[in-house]
């Protein structure tokens, strides 16, 4: 049985990919969280995102290739920085 994911070097569905470039270039803030900002097509979402205005916030332990780009970002694991967030 195939689980419901993308295995790595298989190609999104297409329909997929089209909704999340729409909703990154149509959002005011993006989070990037626990990536490294290496795999695209996803990693041109934030791009697209900040392109389009949006406020990129990166929550992740180490610097990525985002970072420079990021308006806030946030060192640490995604599960101690983010409950913080709703503090």
């Known amino acids: 049985m195939r689980p419901d994911v993308v295995l790595f070097g298989e190609l999104l569905p297409e329909d997929v990919w089209v909704e999340a470039a729409v909703c990154a270039a149509a959002s005011d803030v993006c989070f990037v969280v626990g990536t490294s900002a290496l ?11 900040k392109e389009a205005g949006a406020f990129l916030v990166e929550v992740n332990p180490e610097e990525t290739q985002l970072s420079d780009l990021c308006d806030v970002t946030l060192r640490g694991a995604a599960g101690e920085v983010l409950p913080q967030l709703d503090a």
């Open 39 to 49: 795999v695209f097509p996803a990693a041109g979402l934030p791009v697209a995102a």
